[in-house]
Structures are given as C-alpha cells and as structure tokens.
C-alpha cells in the first residue's frame, strides 16, 4: 500500500450579506471607528440573516470547495465541522449538511472552539493516512452574532459570522498536510466562555436576566496566551517537518484581533508580508477564520504551488493548534 498523505484539493467560504461597520456601532454603543480600529484592526464584520445557521452557511462554502475539487457529494467518505454554534444541541451540524449535500457519509461536529477548524483539519488528515478515507470535507463556521451582548462596547465589535471548508484528497505524492500540534488548558475556562447554557448553569429566568448566555472574555489574558503559545507551537510543528522560521512562505493566523498577529509577528521578527490579514473585513469569525483567509490568501495569488503555509489558532478551552501545509493544487 502506497503512503498516503492529505492535500488539500478544494476549498471556498461564505460569508452573510449583511454587514455591520464601524460606523453602525457609533450609533449603538459608546464608541468610535477610532477606538475600534486601533484596538482591534476591525472595520466591518458579516452578520447573518434570520435561518442562516451555521450549517446553512457551513453549506455554502461546502459546495464551492467541492466545485473547487471537481468532486460531487457522493465522492465524500467524512464530514468534520469545527464550530462551537451548532443549529441544535443535537444533532450536528456536520448531520444537517451531509443532508444538506445529498452525501452518503458519517459526519460529525467538533467543539475546540476558534482552532475547530484546525483540529477538525488533522482528524481528516488522520483518516486519510490511515486509508480510512480518501476525501473529507473539513469545515469551520460559526453563528456567533446570537450569542454576543451588543450593549458591551469591549465585544460586541469583535465578531461576526460565516463559513470556510476545504477538501482534503488523498495522494501519494509529497505535500499536503506537512506536521501539526494539538494543545489545551483546561485549568481557566472563564477567559473565555459562555457561562450558561451547558449541564453546569442550563439557562433560566436567572441567567437571561444575567445575560450569562452571551460569550464573556478577558481579553488581556486572551492576549497574553496567544503570545505565549503561538512561538511554542509554530516551533513544534517546524522541528516535525525539520524545517526553519524562514522556509515559510505565508502565515495564517486565527484573525482574532489585528494586534495579536502583530505582536506574534514582532515576537517571532516575522515580517507582516507574511502575514495574512482579514480581520478589517469579517471581525472574528472563531473557527472560521483561517479557512476564509486561507480563500482570500488563494484569490489574491499569494499562496502559489509549493508554498509552505503555517496555520495557527488558539481560543476557549484554552485550546491551540498549529498546522504546517505545503500548496499542491
């Protein structure tokens, strides 16, 4: 049997019409385009429409991944959805767009918050080693703007809504999917969290009243490990592929807020050329964001055939991950 290795063979996104600038917040909050900008690097974000759920939107992007990949729904043995904004509690998502497609696959959800969809991305990765599966459809989307107080100045500006898949093919050329980390600490899951509506606070009149059902974080300590863990991981994955800081052609970080890739790039004297930046456009999108700047990077013609790309994300849990990819399509 030949050795196998995943390459990425497709991929789209899609994001909501809708769109809330800075502006439109000036007019709901105590804020300004100023105050945003230079804390965040946001300028607008994508909101969703009413019934434009994350396996709606998680659909979207499936089917341009799979045109992309000149494959039809039939051609798919896995379906992995990254999101921590399931339709329902139960079932997946990953269920309703496997219907959604027509395919004939299993399919599931994977909660590991803004890196879901790089831990969703190794799982196919690992199936498709195996000889388990020879085309996953991996997906990252997320419904956030339901679950985000828009009375809080400090969040409500942060996040917005869509969807990014990516076709994961097998081949036994070289390339693909190169080396990855997984990580987490649970020890702190109040940096960033929803407080209620899980088995441990289930929502009531108490927690409505509380607004304990929106995301809450402690941005500084956000801030703070992602700085911390970002050098570690990048480094990890780097020695697996025996490779250096400088045989990487482009780096795609979780876009999160503008200051944090800048402050990993200057940690790491990574040049902001290659970094690749999205969050002035869609804000945070959580377990979206890589796959939609990853489209954006392949659109814009910077990530060529040969491109070694570094892909990094880190969230709620806390949870980390670090991907290194090398561009064959």
């Known amino acids: 049997m030949p050795h196998l290795s995943a390459h990425i063979s497709g991929w789209g996104y899609y994001v909501p019409e809708r769109i809330l600038t800075n502006a439109d917040f000036e ?14 690097g946001i300028r607008e974000r994508h909101i969703a429409a009413p019934g434009e759920t994350s396996s709606v939107m998680a659909t979207h992007a499936a089917r341009k991944a799979l045109a992309q990949a000149n494959l039809t729904a039939a051609d798919l043995d896995l379906i992995l959805v990254g999101t921590c904004t399931a339709d329902y509690r139960t079932p997946s998502s990953a269920c309703l767009v496997q219907h959604a497609l027509g395919a004939q696959c299993g399919a599931l959800d994977l909660q590991a918050g803004c890196p879901g969809f790089l831990y969703a991305l190794t799982i196919g990765d690992q199936f498709i080693r195996a000889g388990s599966a020879r085309h996953v459809l991996v997906i990252g989307v997320e419904h956030l703007t339901p679950y985000v107080d828009y009375t809080d100045r400090s969040m409500c500006v942060l996040f917005g809504d869509g969807a990014g898949a990516v076709i994961l093919s097998a081949s036994d050329q070289p390339g693909g999917i190169r080396a990855f980390t997984l990580g987490s600490d649970g020890a702190r899951p109040e940096v960033l969290w929803a407080p209620a509506g899980g088995g441990a606070r289930p929502i009531g009149h108490a927690e409505l009243d509380l607004g304990l059902q929106y995301v809450r974080m402690q941005g500084q300590e956000v801030f703070k490990f992602a700085s911390q863990i970002s050098g570690p991981a990048i480094e990890t994955v780097l020695a697996q592929a025996k490779l250096c800081l400088e045989d990487i052609d482009l780096f795609i970080l979780h876009q999160a807020n503008l200051r944090i890739i800048e402050a990993i790039a200057r940690r790491l004297s990574i040049p902001m ?7 002035d456009r869609f804000g945070n999108t959580s377990a979206s964001s890589i796959p939609i ?27 980390w991950s670090a991907v290194l990819v090398e561009w064959t399509a």
């Open 27 to 40: 007019k709901m909050v105590d804020t300004s385009d100023e105050w945003i900008v230079t804390r965040t």
């Open 293 to 319: 700047a990853l489209c954006e990077a392949v659109a814009e013609g910077r990530v060529k055939r040969g491109a070694r790309l570094m892909l990094l994300s880190f969230g709620a849990g806390l949870t």
């Open 273 to 279: 050329e290659k970094m690749v930046v999205t969050v």
